[in-house]
């Protein structure tokens, strides 16, 4: 959209030290407690963190491809061969040794795709917003852990360095929020081959943003921003819609958050001043949806008045439940 | 205009959660009300939709298992989930292999809440009108 | 299941090897790394994946003459080693090896690179 990014930047820089510094402590006092088990993350993209023995073997998180997601997106692995191996090492849970036994992949090859995984999952997550987090000490499903698993320190100085890098653009690039578009005219005359941008260009609809490209090529986010801020550099690529994302409340339960989720969601529909629009219904505990008023007899309905009825508390009670 | 409104929560609805892709309100007998879609076909989408809403509704009924709360598929791509909007509508939602149904659950009964609002208001306030698939 | 780690330590046993590491050149990562590379070791890592992808697209698809292979920096008394390990479109892996200039016989080791670099990913 043309708005310019580097201020936002530089505001945000202390957000993303800040988020990095929470990360390291949970990550620090679990290696020192030598966690076997999960590390919960619920933000923006949030995700989880299995650890054993206090060092790191995965990340799950909506924000990044994991490992399954980039072998066979990439075509690194075909889906027959996968799905082999995977029932193949159903009893004994080691897919990875079955991939590598079945020759579809090297071991080294293997390990170093897990640690970039992992890395890239870190930077989603270091990047993104935290709203709270748990540690479980029962340890959950893993298809491909890292083995040897890794200390986070390794981790934590790339990610570092990867939104030090970032900032440093010309051309910024937010991996979760920028969309883009191929720009008018961004032909094959323009491309550097053999670099990737033609299939790019092709994902290029004004719909994805780095993340969503990324999961579509079974590439890491961070490669696939640095592409996209080169590629708009270069004049292949403009933005499309950028994705908005009501920011993470940092104490709240699933209840809190439904309401904030219903007002949000009433407020972007960008109801025109001439609609009329009833109050959403709340519920209460232990019974089925209560309208709070009645449809308003005639006129249009003050738009702020709503949000206030949908404020928690606005009825004198908050003890409704999603 | 009521589609308007429609169009805004589908997308607030692909903005609040990645990993979505496409969105689609239809009715429940497979008319498409309005799309947020790329490469997918709203029309086959929609239909298909409501055929596996209703198998679904029918299968937990079936079943003993309650009320239906969403029919999903899943694919080595990724999934779809399908969510009762009332009695007359249904919501379509198509995401990559990132999408967390967990999450997706979660998020989408504020905008099925929304958009029923918004229809109930499209069906009861223009004279019979009604909503027309365009 | 030879390790990543100890792949990279064979490599140190070539005469004057100070550092051997595997790259990602898409990002500039350093995947792993054996011996003692410093404090700014990320940083030209980085630098030399970035001129492992310019050269991967000077060439272009038409690649007269085979795919990138290696990139060879000399200076007096260093001789740097990134051969490519895994090429992608635009991106892939290298082997990279920092050499003391004085203690070694650069075509030896560029062979003995080779070696290692072949059996790296295995």
């Known amino acids: 959209m043309g708005t310019p990014r580097g201020d936002r930047l530089a505001g945000e820089a202390p957000k993303w030290s800040g988020m990095l510094n929470r990360l390291s402590q949970v990550l620090t006092e679990c290696a020192t407690g030598k966690v076997s088990g999960v590390i919960r993350i619920a933000g923006e993209p949030g995700g989880t963190v299995h650890l054993a023995d206090g060092a790191v073997v995965a990340i799950d998180t909506p924000g990044a491809p994991g490992p399954e997601v980039l072998l066979l997106r990439s075509g690194r692995v075909p889906e027959p061969g996968w799905a082999a191996a995977f029932t193949a090492a159903a009893a004994s849970g080691e897919v990875g040794a079955e991939l590598v036994r079945r020759e579809l992949i090297g071991a080294g090859e293997l390990e170093a795709l897990l640690r970039m995984a992992l890395a890239d999952a870190m930077f989603v997550l270091a990047a993104g917003e935290l709203a709270e987090y748990e540690v479980d000490n029962t340890p959950g499903d893993c298809v491909l852990p890292l083995e040897p698993a890794i200390g986070p320190s390794w981790l934590l100085a790339e990610t570092s360095r990867r939104l030090a890098v970032l900032a440093s653009l010309p051309t910024p690039v937010e991996h979760d929020r920028d969309r883009w578009a191929s720009a008018r005219g961004a032909g094959p005359a323009g491309l550097a081959l053999g670099s990737g941008q033609e299939t790019i260009l092709a994902l290029a609809n004004g719909r994805r943003t780095a993340r969503d490209m990324a999961f579509a090529l079974g590439r890491g986010v961070y490669a696939v921003t640095l592409q996209l801020a080169q590629m708009h550099a270069d004049g292949l690529l403009v933005p499309g819609a950028r994705r908005v994302v009501p920011a993470q409340p940092s104490d709240s339960g699933h209840r809190q958050a439904g309401q904030d989720k219903a007002q949000d969601a009433v407020k972007s529909a960008d109801v025109t001043a001439g609609e009329q629009v009833p109050p959403l219904p709340r519920r209460r505990r232990g019974g089925t949806a209560q309208p709070r008023r009645g449809r308003p007899a005639g006129g249009p309905m003050d738009r702020a008045a709503l949000l206030r009825l949908l404020r928690p508390g606005a009825a004198g009670t908050d003890e409704d439940s999603m | 205009m009521i589609e308007d409104a429609l169009l805004a929560l589908l997308g607030a609805l692909r903005d609040r959660v990645v990993g979505i892709t496409d969105t689609a309100l239809a009715s429940r007998d497979g008319l498409i009300i309005t799309s947020d879609t790329a490469d997918i076909d709203p029309d086959n989408l929609a239909a298909l939709a409501a055929a596996s809403l209703g198998l679904a509704q029918r299968m937990s009924a079936e079943a003993g298992k309650g009320t239906l709360r969403e029919a999903t598929t899943r694919g080595s791509g990724g999934c779809v989930a399908v969510y009762a909007v009332g009695t007359s509508a249904l919501l379509v939602v198509v995401g990559d292999e990132g999408l967390d149904l967990g999450r997706l659950h979660r998020e989408s009964r504020p905008t099925v809440e929304a958009i029923e609002v918004v229809l109930k208001r499209g069906q009861s306030g223009l004279g019979g009108a009604g909503m027309a698939a365009s | ?122």
């Not at chain 3, 140190?12 to 590491?21: E, F, I």
């Not at chain 3, 920092?98 to 070694?104: H, K, P, S, V, Y």
């Open chain 3, 1 to 122: 299941m030879a390790r990543l780690s100890e792949s990279l330590h064979r490599v140190l046993d070539v005469a004057g090897a100070r550092t051997a590491a595997l790259v990602d050149i898409g990002t500039g990562t350093v995947v792993c790394a054996a011996g003692d590379g410093g404090a700014a070791f990320p940083a030209a890592a980085a630098g030399l994946a970035g001129e492992a992808r310019s050269a991967m697209s000077a060439f272009g698809p038409a690649r007269p003459g085979g795919d990138l292979d290696e990139v060879a920096v000399v200076t007096g008394s260093r001789f740097l080693l990134s051969k490519v390990v895994d090429s992608r479109a635009g991106e892939g892996l290298l082997l990279f090896v920092d050499f003391d200039r004085a203690q070694t016989n650069m075509a030896l080791a560029a062979w003995q690179v080779g070696q290692a670099a072949s059996a790296l990913l295995a």
